[in-house]
């Protein structure tokens, strides 16, 4: 007895174990251990809400479907029915007045019907596949939605890690600088406003920095928001901006390939459905056609308690045909609402084409825009450096006054920051030229 109970004692442990192990797990299956920008983007695609909703539309489709095309089996019922006469109904017969029936009577009934032709249950059947395409091109459509989201957010982190790098640099340098003012000033080279301006560039960097952090953790917080990342989990933004910086040419000569666009694919499948619905008003015309069956158990029997002894069966089947004559011209006006509606899709597959041009136009201009103010920038930075080195070797030798170095840091700070946002811009303007283009598809 003592060695059961230890074993489930045992087995009660290691089950406790595992559980624990296999929560600990998944926990650690939902988080990001490096957050590239691939990562954050395929992170967002598999636990964004409004995917997982997108995935969930699609089965309510796929069960829609299922429930219209069972209308195309044998639909079989059971019913039950007992019924006690307190009176008999009552009738002449021969100069006499008789009653006809018995106290209780009661039916066990089994009905079956099959439909031969029936436009509801045809327009589930032909349109099935297209219904299934549209709910995946909605799908899809959201998932490129969502990935151009999380990229730009993703650059919008880089961005402003990359403002807070540079006010680190810039503290860096402004404290080394506040440093060499305060000693010129000490030993008499220099009066007070050298380092005071010193004092006053470091504190101005240090609150840029404060500022930038505030805004950094705001900007986390809506990526993760973005890809649907647990809020009270850390997001460890990796990135390479080597690799960026190669990632910033795409060709410019292009042309838009209306086909490639989720927008268009759904117009497309619209119209499918449009016209299917067309050629469902117009079988309006056409005879619907069923078959029916029945058995039936009956039972007849003045004593309730020998009701169910003896039983009267019968059983039939049949055709059913049914063609309405004349319903006040409404078919005819619904196959003219069903054409209207076909060719209003048309004209939105054309204002689209005319929407996509222009989408693509803005995003091309915008990209070459973006480019050549990051080529610009780039050298800037370099020039910003060099200036800056020359400046800080002149001041120390007495050539240069502060004045000239705090601008000259300034001008460097102010170029790697501008340097940074024309970088993640252009990557940003770079995605919405791919978008334009349909390149991006899930």
Not at 52 to 76: F, G, M, N
Not at 208 to 213: G, I, L, V
């Amino acid at each position: 007895m003592f060695i059961r109970e230890s074993m489930k004692r045992i087995l009660g442990f290691i089950l406790v174990i595992l559980l624990i192990k296999e929560n600990a797990a998944a926990q650690a299956d939902s988080l990001l251990r490096e957050a590239t920008l691939q990562n954050v983007v395929q992170y967002a695609l598999q636990n964004q809400p409004l995917l997982k909703q997108s995935v969930i539309d699609e089965q309510i489709t796929e069960q829609t479907i299922k429930s219209k095309l069972a209308d195309w089996y044998p639909q079989v019922n059971f019913g039950y029915n007992y019924q006690h006469n307190f009176q008999l109904q009552q009738t002449v017969f021969a100069g006499n007045t008789v009653k006809i029936g018995v106290n209780n009577t009661s039916a066990l009934t089994f009905t079956g019907t099959q439909n031969i032709f029936n436009r509801d249950v045809l327009l589930a059947s032909r349109t099935a596949e297209d219904v299934r395409r549209a709910a995946r091109q909605n799908t899809a459509g959201n998932k490129i939605d969502v990935a151009v989201t999380a990229t730009k957010a993703f650059y919008d982190v880089l961005a402003t890690l990359q403002q807070i790098k540079v006010a680190e640099e810039t503290i860096t340098r402004l404290e080394r600088s506040l440093k060499d003012a305060t000693a010129q000033y000490n030993v008499g080279i220099t009066d007070k406003t050298d380092y005071k301006r010193a004092t006053i560039a470091l504190n101005n960097a240090k609150a840029s920095k404060a500022a930038n952090t505030d805004l950094l953790n705001a900007r986390i917080e809506y990526l993760k928001t973005v890809i649907g990342y647990p809020v009270d989990k850390n997001l460890n933004i990796v990135y390479d901006s080597l690799a960026m910086e190669r990632e910033v040419f795409t060709d410019t000569l292009q042309r838009v390939d209306y086909t490639k666009r989720i927008e268009y694919q759904r117009l497309a499948t619209q119209k499918k459905l449009q016209e299917a619905n067309l050629k469902y008003n117009r079988w309006s015309f056409i005879p619907t056609v069923s078959a029916f069956g029945a058995y039936n158990l009956n039972y007849f029997n003045n004593s309730f308690s020998k009701l169910y002894n003896t039983a009267a069966p019968n059983s039939y089947a049949g055709l059913t045909v049914a063609f309405p004559i004349f319903q006040g011209f409404k078919r005819t006006a619904n196959i003219r609402q069903a054409e209207l509606q076909v060719n209003r899709v048309d004209w939105d597959i054309i204002s689209l084409q005319k929407s996509i041009n222009a989408e693509y136009a803005q995003a091309l201009a915008a990209y070459k825009a973006n480019f050549e103010n990051y080529k610009a920038l780039k050298e800037n930075v370099d020039l910003a450096q060099e200036v800056y080195d020359v400046i800080q070797l002149q001041y120390k030798a007495g050539v240069k006054t502060y004045l000239e170095v705090i601008t000259s840091e300034t001008d460097l700070r102010t170029a790697r920051i501008n340097y940074y946002n024309a970088l993640y811009q252009v990557l940003a303007s770079k995605t919405d030229v791919q978008k334009a283009l349909g390149q991006i598809n899930y």
